[in-house]
């Protein structure tokens, strides 16, 4: 067992000064593990219950306990900064179980006369007791509600967080997939060129394999005239050699005509061989040139195949990264929604919660309305505030739902013309880039052009010296050939310059087409959010007409019971009077303003 004990009964303070309500238990007890309560009048301003504090209204930063004394049964309680209306009587109340003691203190402001000449007060009733516990019940719940209410805040706040993280993954999926959808055109691009280059690969190899037999043939040819020269020389040589030996001085004289005609033969001999030998040494050139052709053909042809295994290579490398990328904005996705998930778990849990107390504090409100029901009169004055209260509301609902109604136009406005510029910047990346791509594919069709005339123009000189009717009639096939590939490499690049035009022109219809989706998608939701917001003004309206008649009956109790007490006591109002009903129109203040911060 344990007493409370106070040191003064009576405490007088100036304005502004910070007081302190001594109080403690006797013997010295702990009291952290008991209820401390705190009563001005019978309204409850400090609970301390399980470690947790609880504090009223109007006395939020301005009442405490000294915690590291509660441990020694200090249960003092400070008063910060108080003022005229802070005066009264306070009650402390100290629980265990079922035991409870109780004491009182009385504050006066500096140079008022006490309330009774031995300053002990009116006596507290039975039915001010039950309205302290009923006091301390309704803290108790506006509390955990506030509590409540915090939590679900954050858990929305969260929802939202969570919900934009969600949308902005969702607005880089959709980005990501233009950008892989680039790709796959992209791709498609290349393999159409690889196509092209292949093409022109599979005709660079007939060109060369014909080169090869023109050079195989052209062999043949220059190993007959060589085995013919060197017959030739050998007879020569044979020749002189046997005329050397059969030549006589004498026999010179006599033999001269035969001699002559045998020198003619020979001469005409040699000039034969002398033309075998220039035949000889321009095929031999003529096969030179054709090896330095071969060889470039072949340099042309390998580089293109090294090209082809480059493409190759970043095709694959691109469709790997396209993969690894689809896996990774999934797995993103998957996870983003489970969170999504959790935290609707968690929010209609609180919802069931703050439900839970909603009834609790209705079944409350029910009683004190028909307990006041019972006792109330009616009050002149209250129904015209109260009306002039609901026109100022109407008059401020409406403003701000103006104001509302105007941001989310200029908000709208904002989104819609930022994903105008991004579709755009798309667009004409895309643009580039294919530009880009058509330029470089027309620089080569270019050289392939330039390389034919070249081949063209090599195919004309030979052509201008051949000599038999069958290098002329190769010669000019060869000539055929290549102007028919010049031919197509001017269409194929027509058709490049022409394809650009044509992709300007589908980028500019999609952009169109893009502006006018998004233009109408946004328009679509103005007036959804637009529709929302006519919605909810009746259930807003609702609502400020239960705050006024919350209010109402608030008033309605404050002045019924300050009746019922100056019956009861047959005295002029007191000071302490006054005072409470001062705190019950702060209330009713505190409920409108409260109001009203609800409503903006």
Known sequence: MFLLICRYNRVYAFPGDDITLSSHLSPETSAVPMEVRWFRGTECIYLYKNGQVSVGRGYEGRASLMTSELKRGNVSLVLKSIAPTDTGTYSCQVLTGHNKVEKSIHLYMSGMEPLSPDGTGPKLTEQDGMDMDESVLILELRNLLQQREKELEDK?????????????????????????????????RNEERLGDVLRELETC?????????DLEEKNAQVEELQGVLKDKERELEEEEEKKRREKRPEEQTADGPKIMAED??????????????????????????????LQSAAGALSEKTARLHDR????????????????????????????????????????????????????????????????????????????????????TRQDQLEDLESWIRHKSEQRRQREEDEKAEV????????????????????????????????????????????????????????LEMQRQSREQIKRLSDSVAEKKRDIEERHKREIEEIRETYGAKIEAETQILKTLLPDVQAYFHNVVEDVWRRYRIVTDNLEMRVEKNKEPKTEIQMVEATDSGDERSDAIVNGEGLLN
């Open 427 to 482: 667009l004409e990346n895309e643009f580039l880039e294919y530009v880009s791509a058509v330029k470089e594919l027309m620089a080569k069709k270019h050289e392939t052009m330039q390389a034919w005339e070249k081949m063209a123009s090599v195919l004309q000189d030979k052509l201008e010296v051949a000599e038999t009717d069958e290098e002329r009639g190769e010669l000019g096939t060869q000539m055929e050939e290549a």
């Open 205 to 213: 190899k007939r060109h060369v394999e014909r080169l090869g037999r």
């Open 312 to 395: 190759e290579k970043d095709l694959q490398d691109l469709a790997k990264e396209r993969d690894e990328y689809v896996k990774h904005v999934t797995r993103e996705m998957e996870m983003c929604l489970q969170e999504l998930e959790t935290l609707g778990q968690k929010l209609q849990e609180k919802n069931a919660q703050v439900e839970e107390l909603r009834v609790v504090l209705q079944a409350k409100d029910r009683e004190l309305d028909e307990e006041m029901k019972r006792q109330a009169n009616e009050h002149q004055d209250v129904p015209e505030l109260l009306q002039k209260t609901v026109a100022t509301l109407s008059e």
């Open 264 to 293: 003619s033969a020979d001469a005409e001999e040699s000039f034969c061989i002398a033309e075998l030998k220039n035949r000889l040494q321009n095929m031999e050139k003529d096969l030179a040139d054709k090896m330095e052709q």
């Open 156 to 188: 929305t706040k969260q929802l939202e967080t969570t919900g934009e993280m969600l949308r902005t993954k969702s607005n880089l999926l959709l980005y990501k997939d233009a950008d892989l959808e680039n790709l796959s055109r992209e791709a498609i």
